[in-house]
Nanobody, 120 residues
Framework: QVQVVESGGGLVQPGGSLRLSCAASGSIFRIYAMNWYRQAPGKQRELVAAVTSGDSTNYADSVKGRVTISRDDAKDTVYLQMNSLKPESTTVYYC??????????????WGQGAQVTVSS
C-alpha cells in the first residue's frame, strides 16, 4: 500500500506564488515519475507538470515559464513551485505517483488533492 499526501495549498493573491509538496510513502520499490494534475469543476483532469526518475520534465503549455516541478528522490517527494498565479489557476491540484511496489506490481497512486485559490 502507498500513501500519497499533498500539502501547501491555500489562498494566494493574483501574481503571488505558492509551492505544493507531495510525499509518497509505503511499500515502494521504485518511482518512475511523479506528476501534478489539476481538475476544475466540470472539466477533465489535466496534466500540469511531470518529472521522471531521470529528472526529465514536462509542462502544460498554459503553465510554462510560471511553474517549476522538482523532486527529492531521497524523500520520495515532488514539489510544484507556482509563480505569477492567475485566478484561472484556482482549482484542486492532485499528485500522481507511478512506479513499482515492492512486490513488483505496478504503482499508480493519487493523493487526495490540494485546493489552490487565487483571489484578491
Amino acid at each position: 500500500q502507498v500513501q500519497v499526501v499533498e500539502s501547501g495549498g491555500g489562498l494566494v493573491q493574483p501574481g503571488g506564488s505558492l509551492r505544493l509538496s507531495c510525499a509518497a510513502s509505503g511499500s515502494i520499490f521504485r518511482i518512475y515519475a511523479m506528476n501534478w494534475y489539476r481538475q476544475a469543476p466540470g472539466k477533465q483532469r489535466e496534466l500540469v507538470a511531470a518529472v521522471t526518475s531521470g529528472d526529465s520534465t514536462n509542462y502544460a503549455d498554459s503553465v510554462k515559464g510560471r511553474v517549476t516541478i522538482s523532486r527529492d528522490d531521497a524523500k520520495d517527494t515532488v514539489y510544484l513551485q507556482m509563480n505569477s498565479l492567475k485566478p484561472e489557476s484556482t482549482t484542486v491540484y492532485y499528485c500522481n505517483t507511478r512506479g513499482m511496489f515492492q512486490n513488483r506490481r505496478n504503482l499508480d497512486s493519487w493523493g487526495q488533492g490540494a485546493q489552490v485559490t487565487v483571489s484578491s
